[in-house]
């Protein structure tokens, strides 16, 4: 509860020190705007309702984009992670995809599946995928050969090994990364947004920075942050709920 205050104070320092620097001109309003505008900005956009529309489909793209890059994360991961063979002959590919800025596929996209929500979708998921394929891989990898080796002598079959041995390992590296892929698939769709749509926060934001309005494009970063920041948390909650079986912190350590 204390580190809650102190993270509130902080917050509030941060805004004290821009409302300062800003209206004494320290820092050019122009550039970088007034926090009391921006807030004013943010409320009456909740207010009148125009951004609910607007946030509604950037958090649809968000979501889809982060289940689909996930499941399709686990899936290969797993795959890869069990079939030596197959990830020996796609080692290079996978290193050469995950390399590319994949921003740059942002307009390719949008041939492919239109200006819609589609194309913010594709470009999200192929942010989520590699950190949770990543994870995934790494986490069947690091599962002890001992408890393997015990898990068949105790007649384990293969299927009983994936269920019983490697998820729960791969679960706990794919919830370590969900926290950052939550964050990747928003990048995927307010970027995909900003570079070609009619509808969206990044769409909102790219109006405004046409006009130089710089308080509603830091309007449009507080409301993004803000619902990123409420994702994160649900899947906190998710973790907690799934992983209860996992030690916490200092449980495991000899007294």
Do not use: C
């Not at 992670?81 to 590319?100: E, R």
């Amino acid at each position: 509860m204390k580190m809650r205050i102190y993270q509130a104070a902080l917050l509030l320092a941060i805004f004290g020190a821009w409302y300062v620097l800003t209206e004494t001109e320290i820092l050019a309003p122009f550039f970088f705007g007034k926090p009391l505008l921006v807030l004013e900005k943010t409320w009456e956009w909740f207010a009148s309702g125009k951004i609910y529309s607007h946030l509604g489909i950037t958090l649809i793209e968000t979501v889809l984009a982060f289940a689909v890059g996930t499941i399709l994360g686990l899936l290969v991961g797993l795959w890869l992670a069990l079939s030596p063979t197959a990830s020996a002959l796609l080692d290079p590919y996978i290193k050469a995809a995950n390399s590319m800025p994949r921003v740059i596929l942002a307009p390719i996209f949008a041939v492919w599946f239109g200006l819609g929500i589609w194309s913010k979708v594709a470009l999200g998921v192929t942010l989520v995928f590699f950190i949770v394929f990543f994870n995934v891989y790494q986490g069947v990898k690091e599962v002890s050969p001992v408890v393997l080796a015990n898990a068949r002598m105790l007649g384990a079959t293969s299927r009983d090994l994936l269920r019983t041995v490697y998820l729960p390992s791969a679960t706990s590296w794919v919830f370590s990364s969900l926290h950052t892929a939550v964050g990747m698939a928003f990048v995927g769709a307010v970027v995909g947004e900003y570079l070609g749509s009619a509808a969206g926060v990044g769409y909102l934001i790219l109006q405004a920075e046409a006009v130089f309005d710089i308080n509603t494009v830091f309007a449009g970063i507080l409301v993004l942050t803000a619902f990123a920041l409420v994702l994160d948390g649900i899947v906190s909650f998710a973790e907690k709920r799934l992983l209860v079986w996992r030690p916490a912190a200092g449980e495991t350590e000899p007294l």
